[in-house]
């Protein structure tokens, strides 16, 4: 018979957690990535994935984007702790909106040793759509785009290939609601 | 090129300043803030309080602003000057005080060299203000100094800072004067002005038909000035419904009054504790769901409906789930609850929750705040009891420092008004009592302000003794002496078998011969029979005075919420045993 623990586990805490990707509006402002990133820190709340830009020149604004784990009550509050910094216009769950787009761009260097390899990375490359950058003797860069989860089979499927090096960089999910 | 309508950046700060109606700043001068203190040198609507320690800087500024209502503002240098008022900013962050903290910073083109007294200030700050800016443009310094002080005051107050380099304080521009900023709404983060009257409709019919209802009152009423808190008197009034204060609400509604139950949480009353278990209808004014005042979040009020007027949205749902809530403004909202209540001719007369109160006063017989008073070893609760029953005639303001002292003045020392009751709360800064006296007493110079202090809290701040000699503020400091730092004790006691580790303050000083050699006045009672002179004597003389009330050494606070355990799990007397399931769960929490 196993012990009892001494303290509940919070099993419902993980099993309700979830993916959510927030976008948040703010003055263009020295300071302000800081301010959002000592937040989820100081908090603990996860960061899985970060992309900040200025979007209007003119009023000097930027957008982050920011993609975390929580439990929806956790996700509600990360929201109205970012409403509470200054220099924050708005913060959104995509989640929450009726219709959104989601999309993150990915950038392959794939190393491969025999034409078997090179075949099966095409094949794969065709079935994903991902567009050719750069191809030499031995190596290809490719670019693909979608949401994160698309990506995620790509690089998944590229994994089933034996013998390849691949290095690679995201940009982290960037999403827009209508 | 001079131009007659540019001044330097330390010129327009002081411009600001006065614009802002600042009449007091707290502050310590280093070479940063030259050029500051050279402006201050030469004008005359601004009165400069020299503190002895940055510390006692930021906690004057809080000690002015909840005992005056206005922003408190203090001054200080670079780098130590800065890491020195840390403590006191978070102070303030956690118990919503409006403060702006100026520092100088090193000349702009020697930032991130490592220049001497070089920090990164707004690095520092960033987690611990409600906002913060390094200003880098002479050009923008009127605008921020304008900003920060809309921000520190509006919504949730908090702390700001604001950084200026040396050169920027020597620059020139022109002043921009606060009629002429138009500030941007998102930034200021004001709340909603708009009523919820569905919110109003709903709280009403739930009052209505609620059986067992309760008023939990925090320190949000207090912000919302003293208005909200004559609403909420009517609102009581009208309603007779038990109200129950956290340690910031107390005075929001008259302490004496029949309908208090007095504090509720960790020490509060027995009562109110028990009332907030069973109710089956909740109104939360402007209170938190701290941890120190739910106990176990699971077993917290588990039958009621729960309402929530909190002007940060942030509070709604963070720690304990409610059914209806509002962001607006607790004064707003709370008369408009008492306006729809008279237009709609609503009468609560023949309701007056009898059977609540009937169990109410059953629980109150318990008489949770009783101690047995000897003839000689003073009862630390006793000599609360007395200060109050010998200073409740006079216009009294008590601070406090962080400890057993504390939750004993909150216990006995009753508050009938808002604002004269000033406690570190959510940080539990020990130190903090002395120097917020010495800003009380500059915003409130024709009153009584005390400081109920135990003596190792004292000794944290000691040198802003010497301020309060410098500016005569007649300040009084009561230590309850009993020689440990008696709730580390107290906590040793009940969870870690008695292991008095590093609790007993040895080698302390004579605090009597200390006041003097301060120039200031040390009174002292060892027992019960000098206990009553001690204090007319304290009360009598218009200097700063150090009592010394040697008190129960054993003493401990009751009643008491052990960590980790629930509402209606309170520990009455040392002949209480804990729940030992619930001693091990505590152990590990705060």
């Not at chain 2, 060299?113 to 050009?139: M, W």
């Not at chain 2, 520190?152 to 002043?175: E, N, T, W």
């Amino acid at each position: 018979m196993s012990s009892t623990s001494v303290y509940p586990t919070p099993i419902n805490a993980f099993k309700q957690s979830k993916r959510s990707v927030l976008s948040v509006i703010v003055d263009n402002e020295p300071g302000i990535l800081a301010r959002i990133v000592g937040l989820f820190s100081g908090r603990g709340y996860n960061i899985e994935a970060l992309n900040v830009t200025v979007v209007d020149v003119k009023k000097n604004l930027s957008r982050i984007t920011i993609e975390t784990l929580g439990e929806e009550k956790v996700i509600s509050q990360i929201i109205a702790q970012l409403e509470k910094l200054v220099p924050v216009h708005s913060a959104t769950n995509l989640a929450n909106l009726s219709e959104s787009y989601e999309a993150e761009i990915c950038l392959v260097k794939i190393e491969f040793e025999n034409e078997e390899q090179d075949q099966k990375i095409l094949n794969f490359a065709d079935i994903y759509r991902s567009r050719t950058v750069q191809k030499r003797q031995n190596i290809v860069v490719y670019e693909i785009s979608g949401t994160s989860e698309r990506i995620n089979k790509f690089l998944d499927d590229l994994d089933t290939i034996g013998g390849i090096k691949v290095e690679l960089v995201r940009s982290g999910p960037i999403g827009l609601g209508i | 090129m001079s131009n007659d309508n540019e001044f330097t950046g330390a010129d327009i700060l002081l411009k600001a300043l006065k614009d802002q109606e600042v009449d007091t700043i707290f502050g310590y001068p280093g070479g940063a803030v030259l050029p500051i203190y050279d402006a201050i040198f030469g004008q005359n609507f601004l009165k400069h309080v020299l503190v002895r320690q940055e510390a006692g800087a930021v906690h004057a500024a809080e000690g002015y602003a909840r005992s005056s209502g206005k922003v408190g503002v203090l001054l200080v240098t670079s780098g130590p000057g800065v890491t020195n008022v840390v403590t006191g900013l978070t102070d303030a962050l956690m118990d919503s005080i409006p403060i702006v903290c100026i520092s100088g910073q090193v000349p702009s083109h020697l930032i991130g060299t490592d220049a001497f007294q070089e920090c990164d200030t707004t690095g520092i700050t960033r987690p611990c203000t409600k906002h913060n800016y390094l200003v880098k443009d002479v050009s923008k310094l009127s605008e921020t100094i304008h900003e920060a002080f809309k921000i520190a005051s509006s919504g949730r107050p908090g702390p700001v800072l604001i950084d200026i380099p040396k050169d920027v304080q020597f620059a020139k521009s022109k002043y921009i004067s606060k009629k002429d900023i138009s500030f941007r709404e998102h930034r200021i983060k004001a709340g909603s002005k708009k009523v919820d009257k569905n919110f109003v409709k709903e709280l009403v019919n739930h009052i209505k038909k609620s059986e067992r209802p309760i008023f939990y009152v925090g320190g949000g009423c207090l912000n919302s000035g003293h208005q909200a808190s004559q609403e909420l008197i009517e609102l009581v009034n009208k309603t007779n419904i038990p109200i129950t204060t956290t340690l910031h609400g107390l005075g929001c509604f008259p302490g004496e009054d029949k309908s208090s139950l007095g504090m509720l949480g960790m020490h509060g009353n027995y009562e109110a504790n028990l009332a907030m278990n069973k109710c089956d209808l909740m109104i939360n004014v402007g209170a938190r769901f701290d941890d120190r005042v739910t106990g176990r979040l699971d077993a917290f009020s588990p039958d009621s409906i729960k309402f929530h007027i909190d002007i940060d949205q942030s509070s709604i749902n963070k720690n304990v789930k409610v059914n209806f809530h509002t962001n607006t403004d607790i004064n707003l909202t709370l008369k408009e609850i008492n306006s729809f209540i008279d237009t709609n001719n609503i009468d609560f007369g023949d309701k007056d929750y009898r059977n609540w109160w009937g169990q109410i006063n059953e629980w109150r017989k318990k008489d949770c705040l009783h101690y047995e008073q000897g003839d000689e070893v003073i009862k630390p609760q006793h000599a609360i009891s007395r200060l109050y029953e010998l200073t409740k005639q006079k216009d009294t303001f008590v601070t406090t420092e962080v400890g057993q002292h504390q939750m004993w003045a909150a216990q006995y020392y009753k508050f009938s008004k808002p604002n004269r009751w000033i406690t570190s709360g959510g940080l539990g800064t020990m130190g903090f009592g002395m120097p917020a006296a010495v800003g009380a007493q500059m915003a409130n110079p024709d009153s009584l302000v005390i400081d109920i202090a135990g003596e190792a809290s004292f000794l944290m701040n000691i040198q802003e003794i010497a301020t309060a000699v410098q500016y005569k503020l007649p300040i009084k400091i009561f230590i309850l002496n009993n020689e440990y730092m008696g709730m580390v004790r107290q906590w040793q006691e009940l969870l870690h078998g008695s292991r008095y580790s590093e609790s007993y303050v040895d080698a302390l000083p004579d605090f009597k011969k200390l006041a003097e050699s301060f120039n200031a006045v040390g009174v002292r009672a060892k027992n019960i029979n000098e206990l009553d002179d001690t204090i007319n004597e304290m009360i009598s003389i218009d200097r700063p005075v150090i009592a010394d009330i040697w008190v129960d050494k054993k003493e401990n606070c009751f009643p008491m919420i052990p960590s980790g355990a629930a509402h209606h799990e309170m520990l009455l007397s040392k002949y209480d045993k804990e729940n030992p399931e619930n001693q091990e769960k505590g152990k590990v929490l705060v």
